[in-house]
């Protein structure tokens, strides 16, 4: 049988771990604590057989979930968070030790950029750099470099790292390749294609896709090889090597750091995922609408969206990527005050969040960047007259009327 298509893999995921009492759809498993009639179980599933003990560990519920992201990351194994942020710090704190040195990209999430900071008062070294050049990548190698940390496009200036070419590099150079997968989810993005060693994912975006839950996976693709890896706890050196990563990840970040995902929270994230592909299609169309609309109107000075032919990695995008994803933002001309335009937008609602189900907008320099400060918004490129827009799924006519009415 061929391989099958991204939607299937995931709306039948489910009854292929067995229904549960007949239900079609997988039950959601509150219970805290898993008992045996057997203590022998419990002895068992604590000496590392499969099986449940306590929930911030794993639940059922919790099992389903990664059953599925691990399919759509086509991975080996996949751990999920509380948040996307939960994730992305396990991954550096169970993975990272004082004296390790990371490459990362200049343009991250505002708060990993603030999390890189809190990691350099723990004695971890971080080289910052234009990660859509892989010369600046390769310059920032030193002797104890351990990984590189990349977004597929970044926010809000949509810059597309050098995503295979520093996969060419991690692989030479034997360096963890971590991916933040988040603005393009693993419907447009094959991470694993360009030897990504563990993809993250704020699950609490495109993935869940109603901005009802909050969650974050890592995803390890099997690709590195964690014999060579210094930092895998001796006790971790057991069984398959291809799980050290994804094994002590789970044991140091989710069990010891506790930052695990309810079972309610979930049930509402995989119900979002069997319809990302449809979602982000839409947005998709409705994204690029709404660029073109924007870049030919007088009223706007430049806008970034990587579907467009004017983008810097416009031909690096459409050779990555399965479609331009649906983060879109915009400089209004300067006698324009965005705050004014945004207040004057009547199906647009002004929030921060990325991937909902509705279109969502925000003035960039006053929110999301405001605490970096004046000087690191413009190293990053942004104006301080940008708009982001979180492209949603309504019909294309109503939103692009929108736009224009507010534009006029
Ligand atoms: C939102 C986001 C995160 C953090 O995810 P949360 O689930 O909000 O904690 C990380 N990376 C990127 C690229 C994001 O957009």
Same mark, same amino acid.
């Given at each position: 049988?061929?391989a099958?298509?991204?939607?299937t893999?995931?709306?039948?995921?489910?009854? /292929?771990?067995g229904?549960?009492?007949?239900?079609?759809? %997988?039950p959601i498993?509150n219970?805290?604590?898993?008992?045996?009639?057997?203590?022998?179980g419990l *002895?068992?599933?604590?000496?590392? @057989?499969p099986?449940?003990?306590?929930a911030?560990?794993?639940t059922?519920?919790?099992d389903a979930l +990664?059953q /599925?992201?691990?399919?759509m990351?086509?991975?080996?194994?996949t751990?999920v968070f509380?948040s996307g942020?939960?994730? *992305?710090?396990?991954?550096?704190l169970?993975l990272l030790?004082?004296?390790?040195?990371v490459i990362?990209?200049?343009?991250l999430?505002?708060?990993t950029t603030?999390?890189?900071?809190?990691?350099?008062?723990?004695?971890?070294?971080?080289?910052?750099?234009d990660?859509? #050049?892989?010369k600046?990548?390769?310059k920032?190698?030193? @002797?104890?470099t351990?990984?590189?940390? $990349?977004?597929?496009?970044a926010?809000?200036? !949509?810059?597309?790292?050098?995503?295979?070419?520093?996969g060419d590099?991690?692989?030479?150079?034997?360096l963890?390749y971590?991916v933040?997968?988040?603005? !393009?989810?693993?419907?447009?993005?094959?991470a694993?294609?360009?030897?990504?060693s563990l993809? $993250?994912?704020?699950?609490?975006?495109y993935?869940?896709?109603?901005?009802?839950a909050?969650?974050?996976?890592v995803t390890d693709?099997?690709l590195?090889n964690?014999?060579?890896?210094?930092?895998?706890? #001796?006790?971790?050196r057991k069984?398959?090597? &291809?799980?050290?990563?994804?094994?002590?990840?789970? &044991?140091k970040?989710?069990?010891?750091?506790g930052? +695990?995902?309810?079972?309610?929270?979930?049930h509402l994230i995989?119900?979002?995922?069997?319809t990302?592909e449809?979602?982000?299609q839409r947005q998709?169309?409705?994204a690029?609408a709404?660029?073109?609309?924007?870049?030919d109107h007088?009223?706007? %000075?430049k $806008?970034?969206?990587?579907g467009? %032919?004017?983008?810097?990695?416009?031909?690096?995008?459409?050779?990555?990527?399965?479609?331009?994803?649906?983060?879109l933002s915009?400089?209004?001309?300067d006698d324009i005050? +965005?705050?004014?335009f945004?207040? /004057?937008?009547?199906l647009?609602?002004?929030?921060t969040?990325?991937?909902?189900?509705r279109?969502?907008?925000?003035p960039? =320099?006053?929110?999301?960047y405001?605490?970096?400060?004046?000087q690191l918004r413009?190293e990053?490129?942004i104006?301080e007259n940008m *708009?982001r827009?979180?492209?949603?799924?309504?019909?294309?006519?109503?939103?692009?009327?929108?736009?224009k009415q =507010?534009l006029?």
């Open positions: 049988m061929s099958l298509g991204f939607t893999k995931i709306v039948h995921s489910d009854h /292929k771990l229904l549960e009492a007949g239900a079609v759809h %997988a498993h219970s805290v604590p898993y008992g045996f009639s057997d203590v022998q *002895i068992d599933v604590f000496q590392g @057989q099986g449940h003990a306590y911030r560990t794993s059922p519920t919790l +990664c /599925k992201i691990q399919k990351d086509n991975g080996v194994a751990a509380s942020m939960s994730a *992305i710090v396990a991954t550096f169970t030790k004082a004296g390790d040195h990362c990209s200049r343009f999430f505002g708060n603030s999390l890189l900071r809190t990691l350099e008062g723990y004695g971890i070294e971080i080289t910052l750099v990660a859509t #050049e892989i600046e990548v390769e920032a190698l030193k @002797q104890n351990k990984m590189v940390f $990349v977004e597929t496009i926010n809000p200036v !949509t810059q597309v790292s050098a995503l295979a070419e520093i590099f991690c692989e030479k150079e034997e963890v971590v933040d997968n988040t603005i !393009t989810s693993s419907f447009l993005f094959d694993r294609a360009v030897k990504t993809i $993250v994912t704020s699950l609490s975006k993935v869940a896709g109603h901005g009802n909050m969650g974050g996976s693709t099997g590195y964690w014999e060579n890896y210094p930092n895998i706890y #001796e006790g971790y069984g398959d090597s &291809k799980m050290w990563g994804i094994s002590q990840i789970k &044991k970040g989710l069990r010891d750091m930052a +695990c995902l309810s079972s309610q929270g979930a995989s119900i979002g995922s069997e990302m449809l979602r982000m998709a169309v409705n690029m709404l660029a073109e609309l924007l870049e007088p009223k706007v %000075a $806008v970034y969206y990587p467009l %032919a004017s983008h810097p990695q416009h031909v690096r995008a459409k050779t990555l990527f399965n479609g331009f994803g649906a983060l915009f400089d209004l001309i005050d +965005c705050c004014e945004l207040n /004057k937008l009547n647009v609602i002004s929030a969040h990325l991937g909902d189900n279109t969502l907008a925000l960039v =320099a006053p929110t999301i405001f605490e970096m400060g004046l413009q990053m490129g104006s *708009i827009c979180s492209v949603g799924i309504e019909n294309t006519a109503d939103l692009i009327a929108d736009f =507010a006029a």
